[in-house]
């Protein structure tokens, strides 16, 4: 069975440009999750999706981050214009069932903002 | 609401057990916990649903009191393989799966 999918792996860009990660789950989930992990610390919820509708985006980041799930399978997140702070790893994440389920995690995406 | 672990880190010997503990300020619908090596992504070890239950994983099992809203995973005879970054997440209700900071466990031969 094929796991998470995440491109790209690593990606370098300078503070003010924009960048998108992409994300394709395991065929049949319903749940997506993208998480930020900043260096040392937990993975910082995003947004999750429930096939395509959004469940919580309560920690997105709304004025510079964007994420879309259209037709409830493979998941773009954007960041538009990129901060140093947002310099962190970008897991997406996809389940079977909600949060009573094993999250099946991509490689991740690594970001550095200069 | 991000759940609490405790200790940051430990260090063991082959061999050795050890306890990680994962506390809420709030009722607990779930508990998973994750081992991360690293640069790699988080793997799954188990999830605990509210109910009081333990489970096992080879050598590692957890528990899971709802009474007092916290989890413990405990590292039995650690092996080399055992070291990593274990993460608890969290859920108060049936969606948005919280993470703790993590717990660094180095196991030394």
């Known amino acids: 069975e094929a796991g998470v999918a995440q491109s790209p792996r690593y990606k370098i860009i300078e503070k003010r440009q924009s960048v998108a990660f992409w994300c394709n789950p395991i065929?049949?989930?319903?749940?997506l999750y993208w998480y930020q992990q900043i260096l040392g610390q937990g993975p910082k919820l995003l947004i999750q999706f429930q096939n395509n509708g959004v469940v919580d985006d309560s920690q997105l980041p709304k004025d510079r981050f964007s994420a879309e799930r259209l037709k409830g399978v493979d998941s773009t997140l954007k960041i538009q214009p990129a901060k140093l702070e947002d310099s962190a790893v970008y897991l997406c994440?996809?389940?079977?069932?909600?949060?009573?389920?094993?999250?099946?995690f991509g490689e991740g995406s690594r970001l550095t903002v200069l | 609401q991000q759940p609490v672990q405790s200790p940051q880190a430990v260090i063991l010997r082959e061999g050795e057990d050890a306890v990680i503990n994962c506390s809420s300020s709030?009722?607990?619908?779930?508990v998973h916990w994750y081992r991360q090596k690293h640069g790699e992504a988080p793997v799954f070890l188990m999830i605990l649903l509210k109910g009081g239950e333990q489970k096992g994983h080879d050598k590692i099992s957890a528990s899971f009191n709802e009474k007092k809203q916290q989890s413990s995973l405990y590292l039995t005879a650690s092996q080399l393989s055992y070291s990593g970054t274990y993460f608890c997440g969290t859920s108060i209700n049936d969606y948005k799966l919280s993470f703790g900071a993590g717990t660094t466990v180095t196991v030394r031969a």
């Open positions: 709030k009722a607990l619908y779930s």
């Open positions: 994440a996809s389940s079977f069932i909600a949060n009573t389920g094993e999250l099946f």
């Open positions: 065929s049949g989930h319903a749940t």
